[in-house]
């Protein structure tokens, strides 16, 4: 399976991604590229760091399809047959998402559908929940929604603050995307699967 992770910024998630795929724990895969469109994102260094082929594609002014007509086409030109997003901060075009059906996946830093969008963390703080944590899902045309892949809970703490929260999270959220795409491996080698997953025969 060849992965192409998009990423925004820090790219810790894509760091323990490609991490996995390097030490077999996600196996028979590889992770062909990652796009950031952010030149200064700090996970190109993170990438490159790995060995990983890393592309900048800014939006610059171009509309939202134009933009991602050059990240589709860069994907496909590598083969890529599962697009992860990792911190990508950015909402897919309806054309991006058919140019992948079912195989574009993103982690979220709260149970879904609790707290889509940004700041989740301190969504949850603000809302007074006293449990939040991080989801996998596929990915559709709308913000942080589509068919929940894994969920890990964690407890928000008194006295907690959006950055002890968010660190208390990430540290979850590495390990569930791996789990993650590991699932999604195992059901695509699973013949007997069942098709209410889509994407199993098509990994
Ligand atoms: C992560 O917490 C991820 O869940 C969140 O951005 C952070 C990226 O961190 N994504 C979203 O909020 C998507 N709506 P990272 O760059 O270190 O992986």
């Not at 992965?3 to 323990?16: D, E, P």
């Not at 709260?110 to 963390?121: E, T, V």
């Not at 699967?193 to 994407?199: E, G, L, N, Q, T």
């Amino acid at each position: 399976m060849k992965i192409g992770i998009l990423i925004s910024g820090r790219g810790s998630n894509m760091a323990a991604l490609v991490d996995a795929v390097r030490n077999g724990e996600i196996p028979d895969s590889e992770v062909a590229v990652v796009i950031s469109d952010k030149p200064d994102a700090a996970g190109l260094v993170k990438a490159a760091a790995r060995g990983v082929e890393t592309i900048v594609n800014e939006r610059r002014g171009r509309t939202r399809q134009e933009h991602d007509a050059e990240t589709v086409a860069e994907l496909k030109k590598r083969g890529v047959d599962l697009v992860c997003l990792a911190g990508y901060m950015r909402l897919l075009s309806p054309s991006f998402v058919q140019a992948f059906p079912n195989k574009i996946i993103n982690i979220h830093p709260s149970l879904l559908p609790a707290f889509p969008g940004l700041d989740a963390q301190r969504q949850a703080i603000e809302a007074g929940a006293q449990a939040s944590g991080c989801t996998v899902h596929f990915v559709d045309e709308l913000l942080d929604h589509g068919e929940i892949i894994l969920q890990k809970e964690v407890a928000v703490l008194d006295g907690d603050t959006p950055e002890t929260l968010s660190a208390r999270i990430l540290e979850q959220e590495h390990g569930l995307y791996v789990a993650a795409i590991k699932k999604l491996v195992a059901q695509c080698s699973d013949s007997t699967a069942k098709p209410r997953m889509p994407v199993a025969p098509q990994l």
